[in-house]
């Protein structure tokens, strides 16, 4: 049971455009959100986070929203870059001792 | 460079085989995580421990099993290895037992041929 999907396994951008990648939950407990960035032959590195009593936050070129009534976020990037091809995966996690759940991520191509 | 060390980063093995995977984490941290990455399936939770002790468990086979030391640094043990095992484990790590975010180390490659 995914509790937490992410429908689109790439997509491609073009340099300067915006990069926008979907996440869709289920559970409705989960309260706090957030983005990894994982490079090839690397660890996921922490992106952005977002916690329920907001719908937006942003950092530089990187926006997650949060629309809790559709249980859905997204993270908007502009513009991308080509260093930005990377795959990025959504997580999820509610206030008791839960530990992350994350999704299956999407592999961005930012092409010059 | 995250600070969460893992070893070996690749490994080959054999059906039936038993492997040890090694993670220290970061300086202070007393959480330790590990998922696991097969193909298809993103990341995995498998068990989670904090000062030495259990604190949750996810999709952990019965095959498989974990120990954090009294030094923090944690082993995840895979017996009776199987084809469908081999996928890139991770060990994460954060200060609490619930912290909203936590650091990954660069993983383990586990190959079972």
């Known amino acids: 049971d995914q509790q937490v999907k992410q429908n689109s396994p790439s997509l491609s951008v073009q340099e300067g455009r915006i990069s926008i990648l979907n996440c869709d939950y289920t559970?409705?407990?989960?309260?706090?959100f957030l983005w990894y960035k994982k490079y090839p032959a690397e660890g996921p590195t922490f992106l952005i986070s977002?916690?329920?009593?907001?719908d937006k936050n942003e950092d530089g070129r990187f926006t997650v929203f949060l629309n809790k009534s559709a249980k859905h976020l997204s993270l908007h990037i502009v513009p991308s870059q080509p260093g930005d091809s990377a795959v990025y995966f959504c997580?999820?996690?509610?206030?008791?001792?839960?530990?992350?759940?994350f999704g299956k991520g999407t592999r961005l191509s930012v092409i010059a | 460079d995250s600070g969460v060390t893992q070893t070996p980063k690749h490994l080959i093995t054999a059906t039936g085989q038993r492997v040890t995977l090694r993670c220290s984490p970061r300086?202070?941290?007393?959480?330790v995580y590990w998922y696991q990455q097969s193909l298809d399936q993103g990341l995995q939770f498998l068990i989670q421990?904090?000062?030495?002790?259990?604190?949750a468990k996810g999709n952990i086979l019965e095959r498989f099993s974990a120990q954090q030391f009294p030094d923090l640094h944690s082993e995840l043990n895979l017996s009776s290895l199987e084809l469908g095992d081999s996928a890139l484990y991770f060990c994460?790590?954060?200060?609490?037992?619930?912290?909203?975010?936590?650091?990954f180390g660069e993983g383990s490659w586990l190959t079972v041929v």
């Open positions: 300086s202070g941290d007393l959480s």
């Open positions: 421990y904090y000062n030495g002790e259990e604190r």
């Open positions: 977002i916690s329920s009593i907001k």
């Open positions: 997580a999820a996690r509610n206030s008791g001792n839960t530990p992350l759940v």
């Open positions: 559970n409705s407990m989960f309260d706090y």
């Open positions: 994460a790590s954060s200060v609490g037992t619930a912290s909203n975010t936590i650091y």
